[in-house]
Every structure is written in structure tokens, then in C-alpha cells.
């Protein structure tokens, strides 16, 4: 009797095991492959966990062969899968060992730390890794198999964000050693005297700049981008579908080729002299200290028409998507209580399109204070002035110019691009935020919106 339930329970026990360990295995892989990972993205920072990258991928390749031998001795099978992770990760093992620590030649413009690849590889095989892990952790059920693909969102987003909150570290922590009242209310100057160059630095007309070209540009584009997205949105037929079509163009066309149509036009006004109507307006102007007027690269205003070719795709899909949100049913109410189609359009249609309106406006605002390709050949340093018809200039310039710019500039301005780059953020980041809350503001109101 006794030995028999002994037996009984030996059998009973053989199942528990196979259960613990098919739930041991999963979960050790599963482990070694997000250390894979969290060592990857560490190989990213510092150079010095590329010792590491070989070890790692020589512990996970262990357990992932013990995982595939207890495969085929308790089920008789041998797991594609398995074979496959574990062919990867000594294919990458090798490789590892295989590259020299410093890879140069080969038309790369630069030296590579052994580290990059550590890191692609350690994420390459660790990633998989932990999804075919959770898979057979949660017990291999088609529920298991969505649960397992997470991975596969998570840590690429996970690096993106990383990437972004290091930059911004790095963008704040410099930009801010740069930041005080002298740099935001001193203008960059250059003037000779007799014993030679003397300069003044400072940030005022770039930042006064930025905000003149987003102002300019809201005048010119709003009327025009809120006319086109209106037409679109309350008419059909054959015009409405060109100006959607012109409007979608408008937007697909290559920075790059805004700032060459607008270089091309400086150039054409250099055979007018200055105090013309045409040269000034389209290659503006400055007074030296004798009164002397001579011409610039590109007025603000050239820029603001330029630059408004951007913002009005923006106003018009806002606008578009506003004035369609009217409900029929408000429509159809106010046309049958007597409205008339003036009344009905000042009352009802656009507050109720007003939140877009002006979300479109913003976001089109702060694309132009970060743009830089449309101005990059019409813009300078600032030193001769701030106006319509100055030359242009803007925070986003100044920290190409810094790199790129005339010798003074660099050695002047560097201390201050990382700032200016900051203040950039700022901008932008405080218009976007606008636009959520008035938009939010304005459907509450207009909208009845909780």
C-alpha cells in the first residue's frame, strides 16, 4: 500500500517539474535578454561596456541551448525558433570578435568604436530574445503571442525617448551657462575703429528677428490659409479640388527649393539700385554711420513671404477641419430658424472653427521660428539692424551661422548657440502649448465642449 502511493506521488511529481521547468527556462532567457538590452543601450553611452557585449551574448547563447535541448528531450521536437536565436547570437558573438576595436576606411568619414555594433547586436538579438520568451512564459496562447510583441514597441520608443531627454540634458545644461540679460538685450555689432575691430555680443536681433518673421508671416499667411481651408471645407466642385490640391502640393515642396526661389530673387533685384522700390523690398537695405544706404542679402519681408508658403498648408488643413466638425444638425437648425448664411457663418460657424483656426496658427508659428533652409542664403549675422527691410536674421540661423558663418561670428556667437538653440525649444514649446490650451479654452466655449 505504501509503496504503491509512493509511486503515485513520484508520477505526480514528474509533471510538476516538467512545469517548473518549462516556466524556469522562459524566464532565465527572458532575463539574460533584457540584461542584452539594458547592456545594449548602455554600449550607446560609454564605450568601456563593449567588454562586456561578447560575455553576454555567450550567456544568453547557454541558456537559449539548454532551453532547446530540454525541448527535445521532453517533447521530441526541435524548436525552429530556438535554432534561430541561438544561430543569431553566436553569429553575433563572432562577429564581435571578428571586428577590431576601431573601424576607420571603407569611405566612413570618421573613426567607429566597436561599441556601435555591440550595441546594435546586443539589441538585435536581445529584443527577440525577450519576445519569444514572454511568449512561452505566458504559455504559448495566441493571447501570449500579442502580449509577446511589446518588446517590439517598447524599447524603440524607449531609445527615442532616452535619445531625446539626453539631448535636452545636454541642451539645457549648455544653453543655460549662456543665458543672461546681457546676451537677450545686446545686439551683435561690428564696428572699426582706429585701433581695429570692436564688437558687440548678443542675442537681441536674432530673437527680435524670430519673432518678426513669425509675425509677418502670420499676417500674410492667416488671410490666405484661412480663405483656401474655408473654400474647401463649405464649397465642391472643380476649384475647391484644385486649391486642396494646390494646398497639399504646397506642403510636399522641398524646403530647399523655397530657399533657392528666394535666393534666385535677391539675385535678380541686384540689377536695381538701392532706394528702388523692388531692390528694397526684396534685398532690403542698411545706413552705415555716414547715412550711406547699401544693400543687403534679403529683407524680412522677402523671408515672410517665403517662409508664409510654409505656415499656410497648416491654417488651411486646420481651417478645413474646423468649419467640417460643424455638426449638420447645427447647420440645419440655424437655416431653419431664419438664419441667413452671413449670420449663420458670424455665429455659428466660426466660433465653432475658431479653436482650429488658431491651433493652426501657432503650430504654423513655431514651424517658422525653427526653419532655417528657407532663409539659409538671404539671411545674416544681424550686426546692421532690425526692420522690414534689414537684412534677415533669427535665433534658428545663429546656430548655423555659428558653425558655418564668417570667422567673427564663430569665435563670437559660439558661446551662445547652444542658447539660442534653447530658446528655440522654449518658443516652441510655449506656442504648442498655447495652442492646446486656447483651443481647449475656445471649445469650452464655443463648442460646449466638457
Known sequence: MKAAEATAGRQAAVPERAALTSRALPATAGVAAAGNIVLGCAALLDNSYDAFAVPALAGLALILLVWLAQARYSRGVWERELIILLAVCLAAGALLLAIPEYTYGHQINGIIHRSLFSSVFLLGVGVPALCFSIYHLLGATPSAHDVSRYPLIIVPIALALGAYGLLLARLIDDGVSGLSWHALTTAYKEELQPTGFVYDVGLRNHILGTFLLMGLTSLIALPAGFGAGMYVAENEGWLSRLIAFCTTMLRAISVFVLGVAAFSLVDFAEGYAVGNPISDFIRGYYTDASGFKHPAEGSFLLAAVFLSLLAIPVIARATEEGFRSVPVDIREGSVALGATEGHGFLRILLPWAMPSVITGLLIGAAEVAGSVAVILFIAGSGQNGFGLFN???????????????????????????????????????????????IKHRFARRYQGAQ
Open 391 to 437: 537684412q534677415t536674421t533669427s535665433l534658428s540661423y545663429l546656430i548655423f551661422d555659428v558653425k558655418y558663418g564668417p570667422q567673427p561670428v564663430q569665435d563670437l556667437l559660439a558661446q551662445y548657440q547652444f542658447t539660442a538653440a534653447l530658446l528655440l525649444v522654449f518658443l516652441t514649446l510655449t506656442l504648442t502649448i498655447a495652442a492646446l490650451f
